[in-house]
């Protein structure tokens, strides 16, 4: 009898450590699954964050191609203006020229006309 209680024994040992086994691998599965699972959530929330980024970006961009095309428009008119400018201010100075050179001109008849008169 001893041996078949000595074989029960060691049964009953098996099968605990079996249960003990099963218990571990339990709890192990469901450990990773848990991490598993968390990994999946942090990688959707990841995905969105890159998401929310990305549209930021695009965003970002469409603003910088618009401000650009705006400071290409400015520029363009600030050198249409000076164009302009430079171009009033050539005929300005034409016609000072003009203006002085007919004055110059006034002026001699003027001073011939006195010493004629001998007015000085």
């Known amino acids: 009898m001893d041996t078949s209680s000595n074989n029960s024994d060691r049964l009953q040992q098996i099968e605990a450590l079996i249960q003990q086994f099963i218990a571990a691998t339990a709890e192990?599965?469901?450990?990773?699954?848990?991490?598993?699972?968390?990994?999946?959530q942090n990688k959707i929330e990841s995905d969105e964050r890159l998401t929310r980024m990305e549209q930021m970006?695009?965003?970002?961009?469409?603003f910088l191609e618009a401000f650009s095309q705006d400071i290409r428009r400015y520029i363009d008119e600030m050198q249409e203006q000076r164009r302009r400018t430079d171009t009033a201010i050539a005929a300005t100075n034409q016609d000072r020229?003009?203006?002085?050179?007919?004055?110059?001109?006034?002026?001699?008849?003027?001073?011939?006309?006195?010493?004629?008169?001998?007015?000085?």
């Open 97 to 120: 020229q003009e203006t002085n050179a007919r004055l110059g001109t006034i002026q001699r008849k003027v001073d011939g006309i006195a010493r004629h008169l001998g007015v000085e």
């Open 57 to 62: 970006v695009e965003s970002n961009n469409r």
């Open 28 to 40: 192990s599965k469901r450990a990773s699954d848990e991490r598993f699972a968390r990994m999946e």
